[in-house]
């Protein structure tokens, strides 16, 4: 996986993920157990292990045109 340069270091925990949850008017208590499942504990496991089950969620990957 490739990670900006600017990217802010990972705290390990799902900080970031939470406060865009919320914004976004989601339920961190219902989203983060489900993300734990496909192995994203931390902000920095969600894009590499996550990305292919939300592909298949919405119908793209990454990589492919839109």
Avoid at 48 to 61: A, K, Q
């Amino acid at each position: 996986m490739i990670i900006a340069e600017d990217a802010p270091p990972c705290d390990h925990f799902l900080t970031r993920t939470r406060v865009f949850l919320n914004q976004q008017g989601l339920a961190p208590e219902l989203v983060v157990p489900w993300l734990n499942e496909l192995g994203g504990y931390c902000v920095c496991e969600v894009p590499g292990n996550v990305h292919d089950e939300v592909g298949d969620l919405i119908g793209w990957h990454l990589g492919e045109e839109y």
